[in-house]
């Protein structure tokens, strides 16, 4: 079954506004990590979190992850145009080289 | 140092033909991840390689999916006898060696029209 699952499906904002999407997952992991994918096109790595870490920032990034209840956020501010995408959260079993889970994702999209 | 490169970009083949595609990992990079995305899914994981060895296939079809990385050249999913089920949009990635190995930098995808 799915390991990973994005909540929520679908997102709408306008520019300025925050967006926060949500991921829950099954089983022990890891390691969390987020991605972007544009229209048609390939998958962003956008951060990385892992087990024993609960937030981290990058630019106007911010996730967090609560291991107790499964689940990881991100939060994106002051969004833009350009954020307009699918995002995926994958949740990693082993560190180093391991394969990853991916959720169905959450589409979202920013209206000027 | 030019990002994970996959051809064709788009591929269109009949029921019962041959799909062959091509990933060349990021230079340095020796593991190589092939990954399947449906419409509207998130991405399946279907085979994990290192150069000339299968680490984890747990991913893939048992029948008419096979995969390689050789010692020279690109790594190649080849799926035989192609039906329309296996239109999808198929995904590589590789990771780099050392402290970053756990982020995979993906391909632009190819995307595969079974008619």
């Known amino acids: 079954s799915q390991q990973g699952e994005e909540d929520p499906q679908a997102l709408s904002i306008q520019e300025g506004e925050n967006a926060t999407m949500n991921c829950s997952y099954k089983?022990?992991?890891?390691?969390l990590q987020w991605y972007r994918q544009n229209s048609g096109r390939g998958l962003v790595h956008l951060i990385l979190i892992r087990s024993n870490e609960r937030e981290k920032h990058s630019g106007r990034l911010r996730v967090t992850l609560d291991t107790s209840k499964k689940s990881s956020s991100l939060l994106i501010t002051a969004s833009r145009a350009a954020d307009t995408a699918s995002y995926f959260c994958?949740?990693?079993?082993?560190?180093?080289?391991?394969?990853?889970?991916f959720g169905k994702g959450t589409m979202l999209l920013v209206s000027p | 140092n030019a990002g994970v490169m996959q051809n064709p970009r788009h591929l269109v083949r009949r029921r019962g033909q041959e799909a062959r595609l091509r990933c060349s990992p990021m230079?340095?990079?020796?593991?190589v991840y092939w990954y399947r995305q449906l419409p509207e899914e998130g991405l399946k994981f279907m085979v994990y390689?290192?150069?000339?060895?299968?680490?984890?296939e747990s991913g893939m079809p048992k029948e008419r999916f096979s995969a390689e990385f050789p010692k020279e050249g690109p790594s190649i999913l080849r799926i035989q006898q192609v039906v329309r089920g296996d239109s999808a949009a198929y995904f590589c990635?590789?990771?780099?060696?050392?402290?970053?190995?756990?982020?995979?930098?993906f391909g632009p995808g190819t995307r595969l029209l079974v008619l």
């Open positions: 990635a590789s990771s780099p060696p050392g402290s970053g190995k756990e982020t995979q930098y």
């Open positions: 390689l290192q150069k000339e060895n299968i680490i984890d």
């Open positions: 089983t022990s992991i890891n390691n």
């Open positions: 994958a949740t990693a079993f082993n560190s180093g080289y391991s394969t990853l889970t």
């Open positions: 230079k340095g990079h020796s593991h």
